[in-house]
């Protein structure tokens, strides 16, 4: 064709490049014509030698099912493009099988070509992987799209954590009692219904907390507490609940945040029924969410550390399945979030309880839930204030406390912050007074 460039800024996602590096992408074009029909990419069997931009004529692509029948079919025409999430997610395997109608015309941009412009240019790159992910939240397509495992270990085994809902899976119907309830006659609902989750109404029949085997355990066998008490003096809160129209992902990612094993699941504002984390779970032996349960699991930094690390393979897994980049900042900030909390526990165990209340407070990204791979610690503690005689004594416990945890995060991979230009004490941490309480961040 004589003008291709002017071709190209119609294109998408050429279309978002800067006209001087289209220059440079119109001279390494290979123009190809189809004088009759051409069966051309066969699917998850044929390699893509480029990225094809259909100039005239059409591509006609479509998935085989087991009984040879076009399942999803879909024409490329001109000012399109075939191939881009085949070479980028599918390993350069043509995800659909594509045959080429009789006098079409394509520009192939070879592959190594549209790999560069893709690691030079994040929003070209984007608008594959995002078109891929659109994609994967048709169940149809999903289902002919097989996901490709890594040689080691595969974090996203079940592709149809991202594309499914909650109204697709089964809920266990919602077994409850009144407070009122005796604590063994409790139990003998759990058992009855073979639940391992109970729970508790007030007197207008609204629920307001739960009982499960562990807080049996914990509450009351432990305890020797007596049996014929009511069930609400060891009922365990706060209740958490999800739509039923939110995604499976979204559901477990709550569980992780609010540390609760149960939702309930709601739908035009009553509770239709409720989800185990171990029911959800199940299913996904390889996901990511199985990861963060075992960093939660790990008992010591080193092991942490080795998990931490593991990180950006998992994120390689995830985007290069077109997973969109806020879920993957999600899991990223769970990871973070699951690390410091074990880091605190362990600083605690180790130097004794606070001598006053106080929270730990992520700032900056980790607190948006946007954090990327290239971060560091942006974080506060605030206290309560003690009399006089105390407050030293306080302060320097959570200074020795803000240190510890603050330098084990940093072996761990999770950084100092560099950029801080506040004044700060020998251990490196920043120091402000706020009030009645002494904010500490490292």
């Not at 891929?132 to 040689?151: C, D, I, S, W």
């Not at 032996?285 to 950006?312: C, D, H, N, Y």
Request: charged share 25%; proline share 5%.
């Amino acid at each position: 064709m004589d003008n291709r460039l002017a071709f190209l800024k119609t294109v998408e996602p050429f279309s978002l490049l800067p006209e001087e590096v289209l220059d440079g992408v119109v001279d390494l074009l290979q123009e190809v014509q189809y004088p009759k029909d051409a069966l051309i990419y066969q699917q998850d069997v044929s390699k893509l030698r480029g990225l094809d931009i259909i100039v005239e004529g059409e591509y006609e692509t479509f998935f085989y099912d087991s009984e040879q029948q076009k399942r999803l079919p879909e024409v490329y025409g001109p000012g399109t493009c075939y191939g881009g999430m085949s070479i980028l997610l599918n390993k350069k395997r043509s995800l659909r099988t594509v045959l080429a109608h009789k006098g079409t015309k394509v520009l192939s941009l070879p592959r190594r070509d549209f790999r560069a412009l893709c690691l030079a240019y994040e929003p070209f790159f984007h608008y594959f992987t995002a078109r891929y992910g659109q994609r994967m939240l048709n169940e149809e397509y999903a289902h002919f799209v097989k996901p490709t495992p890594a040689p080691e270990q595969n974090f996203i085994a079940a592709d149809q954590l991202y594309s499914r809902r909650l109204e697709t899976l089964e809920a266990r119907d919602v077994v409850s009692c009144p407070g009122t309830t005796p604590i063994y006659e409790a139990a003998r609902r759990m058992a009855s219904g073979k639940v391992s989750c109970l729970f508790v109404t007030d007197e207008a029949s609204k629920i307001v907390g739960y009982v499960t085997d562990i807080t049996l355990r914990d509450n009351v066998v432990a305890r020797q507490l007596d049996a014929a008490r009511p069930v609400s003096e060891v009922t365990d809160t706060p209740i958490v609940s999800i739509r039923r129209d939110a995604y499976v992902y979204e559901a477990i990612l709550l569980m992780f945040q609010t540390k609760t094993r149960y939702l309930l699941v709601e739908q035009a504002g009553e509770y239709v029924g409720f989800l185990s984390r171990n029911k959800l779970l199940s299913d996904l032996a390889q996901s990511p969410f199985m990861f963060i349960q075992a960093v939660k699991l790990a008992q010591s930094t080193r092991e942490l550390k080795r998990r931490w690390g593991m990180v950006p393979d998992m994120v390689n897994q995830l985007l290069s399945r077109g997973v969109k980049p806020e879920i993957v900042n999600q899991v990223i900030t769970t990871v973070a979030d699951t690390i410091a909390l074990k880091v605190i526990e362990g600083v605690l165990a180790e130097q004794g309880p606070a001598p006053a209340k106080f929270v730990f407070i992520v700032l900056g990204s980790e607190g948006r839930k946007e954090q990327t791979l290239v971060t560091d610690q942006d974080n506060a503690i605030i206290y309560e204030d003690k009399a006089n005689e105390q407050r030293e004594l306080v302060r320097e416990y959570f200074l020795r406390f803000a240190t510890s945890v603050s330098d084990q995060l940093n072996d761990i991979g999770l950084h100092f912050c560099s950029g801080a230009s506040w004044p700060k004490t020998p251990s490196g941490h920043i120091l402000s007074r706020t009030g009645s309480a002494t904010t500490t961040s490292g």
